[in-house]
T-cell receptor, first 114, second 114 residues
């Protein structure tokens, strides 16, 4: 079973609408959680980082939340734009092991229609 | 902006050819990774390195090999390409220190084997 689960797998919304993507994880211990955006044919780029003590963090129209007790994170996109169409990947980092370990979700494919 | 570069971006070759995908980073990161990703699918770790002369196989079995002779350089080689190797290959390096654990990705190398 994947230790990082994302939902929904895909999502279609109209331009200007808001949406929320979910990420549940079982990774323990936990160092931080990042949301990456991957445009088609490009490499992923980090959007936000959430550490254990943080609940909410914003980056422009992107707002990430973290509930470390329930091991859930969400990424909320406000006033979506066509350029938001991409895959959004949740990655959990565990630096507790000697060499560090990254755990990837399968991503949510977001499509924004005009 | 990430200082990690992959070449070539696109490559179309015939079956049986030997190919090397280049990856270089100028950020001084010790940890580097190769991921394989099919269109619309998740990233699969195929190789990683924690420093010079350190290479390990990842979660997904791959017929490719890697080397790490210099910190900044992490090339991936396929001795005899097959159509099943057609995919996108993403190289990444990891910024550690503190609690960051941020991955920086290259733009990817899209390989097509005919």
């Amino acid at each position: 079973k994947n230790q990082v689960e994302q939902s929904p797998q895909s999502l279609i919304i109209l331009e200007g609408k808001n949406c929320t993507l979910q990420c549940n994880y079982t990774v323990s211990p936990f160092s931080n959680l990042r949301w990456y955006k991957q445009d088609t044919g490009r490499g992923p780029v980090s959007l936000t980082i959430m550490t254990f003590s943080e609940n909410t963090k914003s980056n422009g129209r992107y707002t990430a939340t973290l509930d470390a007790d329930t091991k859930q994170s969400s990424l909320h996109i406000t006033a979506s734009q066509l350029s938001d169409s991409a895959s959004y990947i949740c990655v959990v980092y565990d630096r507790g092991s000697t060499l560090g370990r990254l755990y990837f979700g399968r991503g949510t494919q977001l499509t924004v229609w005009p | 902006e990430a200082d990690i570069y992959q070449t070539p971006r696109y490559l179309v070759i015939g079956t049986g050819k030997k190919i090397t995908l280049e990856c270089s980073q100028t950020m001084g990161h010790d940890k580097m990774y190769w991921y394989q990703q099919d269109p619309g699918m998740e990233l699969h770790l195929i190789h990683y390195s924690y420093g010079v002369n350190s290479t390990e196989k990842g979660d997904l079995s791959s017929e490719s090999t890697v080397s790490r002779i210099r910190t900044e350089h992490f090339p991936l080689t396929l001795e005899s390409a097959r159509p099943s190797h057609t995919s996108q290959y993403l190289c990444a390096s990891l910024k550690t220190g503190g609690n960051t654990g941020e991955l920086f990705f290259g733009e990817g190398s899209r390989l097509t084997v005919l």
